[in-house]
């Protein structure tokens, strides 16, 4: 009987929680609490006698449920945990993202790995006082920047979509 009523009325619930949901909110959502409003239902006193009108005020009672909480709901002027200070995690990880890129950046070829060294200086260096450094015209800089970039996107694209898939 439960998979039958919940077959024969998942074309209605996603009608009526199309017609229902305003700006904010999600048909699906909508369909989601009916569901589980309707579970509930059925574990604690069985189907509805009527459940196509059970269903259709349920949706009702949802979506003015979800425009009083949207209503009543105000955006954080900003985040309202967030002290800014990070935390040891966040510390530890950047570090290691740090030296992951500059491991990577030594491996290129060629004058790359001065050049972006250069660019990751903490000194903030300018274009002029890299170009000086490094022995070349300040014009050819930016080129070679770009060569060097392109170099390490090849370079870990494999690294990241490694990791990416052992997550």
Known sequence: MTHELLTTLRPLLAAE????????TEPADLEQAVWLRLLERLDSGG??????????????????RTRRTLRRELPYESEP????????????LAAARRRDLRAAVRRLPGR???????????????YREIA????????SLG????????????????????????G
Do not use: Y
């Not at 945990?81 to 510390?91: F, Q, S, V």
């Open 17 to 24: 929680a199309s017609a229902e949901a305003h700006a904010g």
């Open 47 to 64: 189907p509805p006698h009527d459940p196509e009108r059970w269903l259709r005020r349920a949706v009702r009672a949802e979506a003015r």
């Open 81 to 92: 945990a967030d002290d800014g200070d990070p935390t040891p995690e966040h510390l530890a």
């Open 112 to 126: 790359c790995p001065t050049l972006l060294e250069a660019l990751l200086s903490p000194d903030d260096l300018t």
């Open 132 to 139: 000086g450094e490094l022995g070349i015209s300040q014009g």
């Open 143 to 166: 080129p070679e920047r770009s060569r060097c970039l392109g170099c390490l996107r090849r370079l870990l694209a494999p690294e990241v979509a490694a990791r990416g898939a052992r």
